[in-house]
């Protein structure tokens, strides 16, 4: 049977081991743990200030996995594929866990010969014709309805 009420002590220990680089899963399956969903309730609720000790605790795991891939790199011992699958593995799940950190990045940019430019110029209201206010607020009233069905 799984211990399901919250003690510090044990939260502490499955940040503290979190961030030593097991998993959840891992940890729960040991006896006298919490299930999964359990801890993860915990979080959510933020039961005595677990939400922001988890996040910790999860990003230190990201960092563990960070270290990890350079050790399977450069493992010679391992067959060249196998340290290919546990590097790319590690690489996707930090890259959606934490994208913007991990994740590829977009950058955009024209040939060298023809930059994209970005134009912009301010206009006066009052230097529009009928027509195109009307445009405008045409414009505007059917962002507003958009945003509403939405």
Known sequence: MTQTNYTREI???ICTRMSEGESLRAICRDTG?????????????????FSDRYRA?????????SDEIVSIAD???LDPRDRQIRTGVRQWLMSKLAPRRYG????????????LQIMHREVSLSDLSEA???????????????????
């Open 75 to 77: 493992d010679g011992e």
């Open 11 to 13: 939260s502490d220990t």
């Open 33 to 49: 743990m919490p299930s999964e969903g359990t801890v993860r309730g915990w979080a959510v609720r933020d039961v005595d200030g």
């Open 104 to 115: 590829d990045k977009l950058q955009i940019g024209g040939d060298p010969e023809s930059p």
């Open 57 to 65: 605790a999860r990003q230190l795991l990201l960092e563990y996995w």
């Open 132 to 150: 195109q206010l009307d445009a405008l607020q045409n414009f505007t009233h059917s962002l507003l309805i958009d945003a509403k069905l939405d």
